[in-house]
């Protein structure tokens, strides 16, 4: 059986990180660039300098004053910051040509965005370091359902089919031996992304067993059974009670509520269609 180490490999040769973010990187890593090289390097694409400019003055951020130019994004919000951002409006042109008839395309995303904003808030209000960052983990937390889908889509079939007979996480368990998580964990370790976002990714589910950064991985458990919960409401079914399925342990661990939770629904519910249209106009 395919492991989700091997299944990743074989999907890196399909899925690769946008050149523009490598580029970016690269050059974030060299103390001698300068914020106005950075623009002119994101300014050679236009329509991701309007994304970006649009999510500085979006109520993402909140800034007091109007943000005209790339150059004033990156010193008010930082290189590594903007970094994230453009991977975060540019990562969907990573997965073109999906099959429709596997996953609609609109619903995968909104379900990662609602994750990453239901992260980022609960994220601010356990005070952790750089919080913006969560949201870029919730929007990836799920790319290894990509990776079963087109790279095994007969055994994804099966689990999407079956899901409501236990938990998701279970049945791609018992089905593949490993979850979508670990899978797309596998992916992001090799785009060579931060040990903090591998590991949150993989031990979402799990996140008592997170070797990096257990926070993270706490948040991300709240927020993605929280993103599924709504997911639900929009299609007015009922599976599970993904409430119920958070494990008692991360409310101890990040000191948060079930109030806490419902505020960050709410941000995202506003916040979401925002940046869900920002993320759609990079496949165009």
Avoid at 13 to 19: A, E, I, N, V
Avoid at 208 to 217: E, W
Wanted: aromatic share 8%.
């Amino acid at each position: 059986m395919t492991s989700a180490a091997e299944l990743a490999q074989k999907s890196s040769q399909l899925f690769s990180l946008p050149d523009i973010y490598l580029k970016l990187s690269n050059m974030i890593k060299d103390e001698s660039s300068t914020a106005d090289q950075m623009a002119e390097l994101i300014a050679l694409d236009a329509g991701l300098s309007a994304r970006l400019l649009k999510i500085a003055n979006s109520s993402f951020y909140n800034f007091p004053a109007q943000i005209e130019s790339i150059t004033r994004a990156i010193t008010l919000i930082g290189s590594n910051e903007l970094s994230n951002l453009v991977l975060a409006t540019s990562v969907a042109s990573s997965f073109p040509n999906i099959d429709p008839n596997l996953v609609d395309m609109d619903s995968f995303w909104r379900h990662n965005v609602d994750t990453g904003l239901v992260m980022r808030f609960l994220g601010k209000n356990a005070q952790v370091r750089d919080a913006e960052r969560l949201f870029v983990i919730g929007l990836l937390h799920n790319l290894g359902k990509l990776i079963v889908l087109t790279g095994i889509p007969e055994a994804a079939r099966h689990i999407l089919e079956t899901a409501e007979k236990s938990s998701p996480w279970q049945q791609e368990q018992e089905v593949l031996g490993f979850t979508f998580a670990e899978c797309g964990a596998e992916l992001l370790k090799i785009w060579q992304l931060p040990e903090t976002l591998v590991d949150a990714v993989r031990y979402q589910h799990e996140p008592q067993k997170a070797q990096v950064d257990p926070q993270a991985a706490a948040l991300l458990h709240i927020a993605s059974r929280a993103a599924s919960w709504m997911e639900q409401e929009t299609r007015n079914t009922e599976e599970f009670d993904y409430i119920q399925l958070i494990d008692p342990w991360v409310w101890g661990y990040t000191e948060l509520s079930l109030e806490d939770m419902d505020e960050a629904i709410e941000f995202a519910q506003i916040e979401a269609w925002n940046l869900l249209g920002l993320i759609s106009a990079s496949l165009h």
